[in-house]
């Protein structure tokens, strides 16, 4: 099983910045893409960012300029470095990995989109 603990979120006011953090544990073989995406109350959830085990990200529009994709594959972590932060950045921040894990019983590899628990960013004067 595939673990994702987030942490870094927070109560911020407009202009501030927060770092998220995710770190994926467990049986990993290896991961790919890895994201952070936002729900905001009465809202669908959305991207926000992703970035590949190459280095390549991409962001949604809203984000350009303020925020940043990164992560260390050493370590099974994503980031999210937050500047700028606006009220209506206010959302449920989740992490998404894309693992690749090995199964003894099976010996077959499988390819499987995980979900953190989510961690509240809120920003408000």
């Known amino acids: 099983q595939v673990q994702l603990v987030e942490s870094g979120g927070g109560l911020v006011q407009p202009g501030g910045s927060l770092r998220l953090s995710c770190a994926a544990s467990?049986?990993?073989?290896?991961?790919?893409?890895m994201g952070w995406y936002r729900q905001a109350p009465g809202n669908q959830r959305e991207l926000v960012a992703v970035i590949t085990s190459g280095g390549s990200t991409n962001y949604a529009e809203f984000v350009k300029g303020r925020f940043t994709i990164s992560r260390d594959n050493a370590k099974n972590t994503v980031y999210l470095q937050m500047n700028s932060l606006k009220p209506e950045d206010t959302a449920v921040y989740y992490c998404n990995a894309d693992v690749k894990t090995w199964r003894s019983s099976t010996g077959l590899y499988y390819q499987t989109a995980y979900w953190g628990q989510g961690t509240q960013v809120t920003v408000s004067s």
């Open positions: 467990g049986n990993i073989f290896s991961i790919n893409a």
